[in-house]
């Protein structure tokens, strides 16, 4: 019985001793002892890293910045009565877009009116001049009357024609009928921003009953980081990429012009402000953010690694680059991202290998979380 006792207890020994050091010859390719980021090419194979060389690339961005959509000054433009009246017909809702000279509203006045009966008068006052100089004229080439009142009479007639002719004009800018309706049109095409009347409302010539904002181009209010503030001039080009119009279709591309730089630095969000002019696009609106890439003068230079590379610690990004004994952590500057790819203008050269997987696994063996 004692020596049953005996060999159980061996038996267990071995399998306890065996089990620790299966335990301890994992440890040992898990963790060799080695200083922090170094690491042995079985745990390396082991934890499934794969690397990726980091390829040179020229012209590269100077950067990234966010930016809000927003009208150019011109672009927006008001329309106004010329008269006094009230609305008694819309045509059109805030929003809608509306092509050069089409309808907005229709408007009744009196003025129209008062100016159509001025305007039968000066006709009237007119063809009683011509009739009155014709006569003069002929009195004055017989001398029977001296040639100053044929000057006068050639007057009241060019006074009577400026009367007819102003009369026409204002009438027919205004769109006016002989009924003292009057049709409000669009300067510009472009989208109703604002309709500030409605149907049996009163209109005024002081105000603007409706606004129109020509959609043709905007402009964008770009928050430049402070790092890259300082290299950033008028007369740069820059691009956004907007999302596809439908299902399917490539993003759209939108290039620009930068227009002008502030010259203070923002001490709240340590950046700077600048301008900056595109064209437009169907998703395109006022009060949109968007990221622009701004693209420098095309002399600077840099090296691209897959998007998966980069990782964000904080505020900053990072690579892990591969070294003799294993793999290091370093910080980099990221300016643009395209097609899968990160652009790094600093903090890695060209032929580097950096890790593409097993990140999360380099973050806990390097004690990096």
């Known amino acids: 019985m004692a020596a049953a006792i005996l060999l159980a207890l061996a038996g267990g020994y071995y399998v306890w001793l065996g089990r620790n050091a299966g335990t301890a010859e994992e440890q040992k390719i898990a963790s060799p002892g080695a ?22 690339v020229s012209s590269i961005p100077l950067g990234n910045a966010p930016a809000t959509v927003s009208l150019p000054p011109e672009a927006r433009v008001a329309v106004t009565a010329p008269f ?3 609305v008694i017909r819309l045509y059109v809702v805030e929003g809608q877009s509306v092509a050069r000279g089409a309808p907005l509203a229709i408007l009744k006045t009196r003025e129209p009116v008062l100016i159509g009966a001025e305007l039968a008068r000066a006709r009237g006052d007119l063809g009683l001049a011509r009739a009155n100089a014709a006569r003069i004229n002929q009195l004055a080439r017989e001398g029977i009357v001296a040639r100053a009142r044929a000057d006068e009479a050639n007057a009241a007639v ?6 007819v002719t102003e009369n026409q004009r204002i009438l027919s800018q205004a769109g006016t009928g002989s009924s003292g309706q009057m049709t409000l049109r669009a ?10 009347v409605q149907t049996g409302g009163p209109v005024d010539g002081m105000t603007a009953p409706f606004v129109i904002d020509n959609t043709s181009s905007y402009m964008l209010d770009i928050q430049l980081p402070e790092r890259i503030a300082n290299n950033v001039r008028s007369g740069m080009a820059i691009e956004v990429q907007m999302q596809a119009a439908s299902k399917g279709a490539e993003p759209a591309m939108i290039g620009g012009t930068i227009i002008s730089v502030s010259p203070e630095l923002d001490p709240m969000t340590r950046s700077v ?3 900056a002019r595109i064209g437009a696009a169907p998703n395109m609106v006022a009060g949109k953010s968007v990221m622009v890439t701004i693209l420098g003068d095309g002399d600077q230079s840099g090296v691209a690694v897959p998007a998966a590379a980069v990782f964000r610690t904080g505020e900053r990004e990072y690579v892990f680059v591969k070294t003799r004994n294993g793999f290091q952590k370093r910080e980099i500057s ?3 991202g395209a ?19 097993g990140i999360a696994e380099l973050k806990v063996i390097l004690a990096e979380e």
């Open 35 to 56: 200083k922090p980021g170094q690491m042995s090419a079985e745990q390396i194979k082991r934890l499934g890293v794969k690397t990726v060389s980091a390829e040179e």
């Open 158 to 163: 060019r006074q009577a024609q400026i009367s």
């Open 334 to 336: 990221r300016v643009a």
């Open 273 to 275: 402000m600048a301008k």
């Open 339 to 357: 097609d899968g790819n990160a652009i790094i203008s600093t903090g890695l050269k060209a032929g580097e290998d950096v890790a593409v997987s």
């Open 84 to 86: 006094n009246g009230a």
């Open 187 to 196: 300067p510009i095409g472009g989208r109703v921003s604002a309709v500030n």
